[in-house]
């Protein structure tokens, strides 16, 4: 088992800060290790496009301070253009499956939705709200906004909408640690 690699892989799918107690649930490993694990990622970002960030006991990985003006670029690109393909399925599956979890977005996408999700919010298409399971995440729903954008006054003018909108998520919000007994 690689630990450093665990970390990067979840901190990376994951996209916001994580705290070492959750590490620690997800990994089932001792505090120090991870915390080790994590202190040798960061030194093995020098001089890299990433970094790790630690605020308030809660870790995240993040772009490379020295690369704003290139980030930058790339969002006022983003900003400039259309919606790309996969901005507009995010919005549709929270439009229709909303409000929904990040995890749900990518469980339902297959992929990392961390970008996209925050150029929707830059954009004010769709809204953050608490989650009231679970504090530690949001929520993503559709905003006035997005209706204007789209040019219709409910969301029950989307197409399909009653029907694909009561179809459930099956996913789990935590992953299993518990050796595979639910």
Known sequence: MNLKSILESILFVHGEPLSIKKLI???EQKE???KEALNQL?????????????KDNEW?????PNN???IEKIIKDEFSEELSRAAIETAA???YKGPVTRIQIEHI?????????RNLLM????ERVENPKDARSFLYKISVDFLKHMGIASMEELPGFIELSQQKISIAEEPNTDGGKK
């Open 25 to 27: 649930k997800i990994t």
């Open 32 to 34: 120090e290790e991870i």
């Open 42 to 54: 960061g030194q093995e970002y020098k001089d890299r496009g990433l970094v790790l960030i630690k």
């Open 60 to 64: 995240q990985i993040g772009s490379n």
């Open 68 to 70: 704003t003006k290139y």
């Open 93 to 95: 599956i929270i439009a």
């Open 109 to 117: 996408r297959g992929v990392n939705s961390s970008f996209i999700v």
């Open 123 to 126: 954009r004010g298409l769709i």
